[in-house]
């Protein structure tokens, strides 16, 4: 089985990320917990309305004001209503402030306020203002009485109080072909569908269920230890073969990733046997069959379009779900000291190979770094066996981006490399981030076999134009509207102690598109900073707990 490492500062980062969720028990938003689509807003009892002139306030009204919630990227949302305005701030963010109907869309941070031990909550949710993130949206008073405003309010703990929950309940009552709507439910062990009124669509009857996408679902059978694809009806529409592990749950560009253990697994399957487990025996992985037999583990990769048809055939060693019309494909190349090393290309949706095998980085970077957005990709050269060595370390190797024709970008520089996806390169709204460690001299000047590592950032537009060189900025991120949050560091002077270890001072800014600094000198000897909310929203530029207007920056 392939192994992956990551640095130092790349698992320093996950354990970080992971803090507020383990601490709190809940989460943001995403699209697992709420879709696109109109919802009813209860709270205390009573609904989110407007008044005549715009604001808002909780009251039992026979018909309600519904919102169109959709999403703008990571937990960001706006509620649009039907007649084109947005739910919204125009004041001050101060204890208090009414929340309002505004002209232009506005953005909120939504709130899963779902626990591991509470699954009544599933619908529940708090808003906060980016911009003001301690600030919560509660009904003033904690009262549920008819004409109970609705404001924003100081509430630092993420998990609101019952004043600040609210339910968010389909508006929507029409058949839904897709099944995007449907939650699934457990009766005596087995799963099934559920539609947005509570009916049952589907009668519970798998051992597992994921929620439907583009009217597909992936199923699971434990006897046959695989996994199959059913309709909207619940007729099978693939037999269960699948490796579910390997295999998607969600489609894109209405095709679905699938991959089987095996021809030889495959084929007991349908003669009856059923997947135990797989084992290590050197390099190697067998499958290991109910029945004892031991088969070769030789997975295959490709994609099922939403009728089951295997419309890419299962011929690629490994492959990444499509983003952006185009899909990571591996080739295996080989084994050296444990580990397994392939090339990368890339397809379009009919299965042609655009962008040949010719990439690495697979032991190095998970997919977000390996497939496109916005037209973009990384690329990393390809080092083969004499990037992995007998230590247990992986090399790093050069990287750039380029687009979806196979065009260089932001070329790869051999004195440059990356240690982890999170801060290397990254891009947003016509920003690219180029993060790049290299060898320094004593000053932080590049020089080829300077005295030690550090790193440098770039700034370029979408056609690979170099907007500003930032020498002394080590860690940076697109933050959307085309601002970026840079971190000051340089390898010399005043150090401070920062989780038991020494750091150099250092201190956060933000640059425009140009290049222009629009906030300067802010949260110094945060080294925390990326790993709390960050973003660009309703004219604000926001990040560990603070704001600030853009236009009136200092």
Not at 236 to 253: E, M, N, R, V
Request: with cysteine; charged share 25%.
């Amino acid at each position: 089985m392939k192994k992956r490492f990551m640095s130092i500062l790349l698992i320093l980062c996950i354990v970080l990320t992971l803090m507020p969720a383990t601490v709190f028990a809940t989460e943001w938003t995403t699209s697992n917990t709420i879709i696109d689509d109109w919802y009813y807003l209860r709270c205390m009892n009573n609904y989110l309305n407007l008044t005549a002139d715009g604001a808002a306030e909780l009251r039992k009204l026979s018909e309600n004001e519904a919102f169109y919630v959709e999403s703008k990227g990571g937990s960001q949302y706006t509620l649009k209503m039907k007649d084109g305005r947005y739910l919204g701030l125009d004041d001050t963010r101060k204890d208090g402030a009414r929340v309002k109907a505004v002209n232009s869309p506005y953005i909120w941070l939504i709130h899963w306020e779902a626990t591991n031990f509470n699954k009544e909550k599933s619908d529940i949710f708090s808003l906060r203002p980016p911009e003001a993130i301690k600030m919560v949206v509660n009904a003033s008073g904690k009262k549920n009485a008819d004409g109970t405003s609705i404001i924003i309010w100081t509430y630092e703990k993420l998990a609101a109080p019952n004043h600040a929950e609210f339910r968010f309940i389909p508006a929507t009552t029409t058949a839904d072909p897709t099944g995007k709507r449907w939650i699934t439910y457990k009766e005596n062990g087995l799963v099934g569908y559920k539609d947005q009124s509570g009916k049952v669509v589907i009668k519970a009857q798998f051992d597992d269920a994921e929620k439907f996408s583009q009217g597909i679902a992936r199923v699971y059978d434990k006897v046959k230890g695989a996994a199959a694809y059913i309709d909207t009806t619940g007729k099978l529409i693939t037999p269960f073969k699948y490796y579910s592990a390997a295999s998607g749950h969600i489609a894109y560009d209405g095709l679905m990733r699938v991959a089987i253990y095996g021809d030889d697994v495959v084929k007991a399957i349908m003669n009856g046997d059923g997947v135990y487990s797989t084992e290590s025996v050197g390099n190697n992985t067998v499958v290991v069959m109910k029945s004892g037999k031991k088969l070769k583990f030789h997975p295959k990769y490709g994609f099922i379009d939403k009728t089951g048809k295997e419309v890419i055939p299962l011929q690629f060693d490994e492959a990444y779900s499509f983003q952006d019309g185009m899909a990571t494909v591996l080739k295996f190349q080989g084994h050296q000291y444990g580990f397994s090393y392939s090339k990368i290309g890339y397809i379009d949706t009919t299965g042609k190979l655009v962008i040949p095998y010719k990439y690495g980085g697979d032991n190095n970077y998970d997919g977000s770094a390996l497939s496109y957005k916005d037209g973009l990709t990384c690329f990393f050269e390809y080092l083969g066996k004499e990037g992995l060595s007998s230590d247990g370390w992986v090399k790093n190797p050069p990287g750039g981006i380029m687009d979806k024709t196979g065009k260089v970008i932001v070329p790869s520089n051999p004195d440059r490399w990356y240690y982890s996806n999170p801060f290397g390169l990254q891009w947003k709204d016509g920003i690219i981030v180029n993060c790049y460690s290299t060898r320094v001299n004593a000053k932080g000047v590049p020089t080829k076999g300077g005295e030690k590592e550090w790193t440098l950032t770039e700034l370029y537009d979408y056609s690979g134009k170099l907007i500003k060189k930032l020498d002394e900025y080590v860690s940076a991120m697109p933050m959307g509207g085309g601002y970026t949050l840079a971190l000051h560091q340089v390898p010399y002077g005043p150090k401070v102690k920062y989780l038991d270890t020494e750091m150099y001072e250092g201190y956060w800014t933000v640059f425009d598109r140009t290049g222009k600094i629009v906030v300067d000198n802010v949260q110094k000897n945060n080294f925390y900073l990326l790993n709390s909310a960050y973003g660009y929203a309703n004219g604000y530029v926001y990040f560990a707990g603070e704001s600030y207007k853009v236009s009136e920056s200092k």
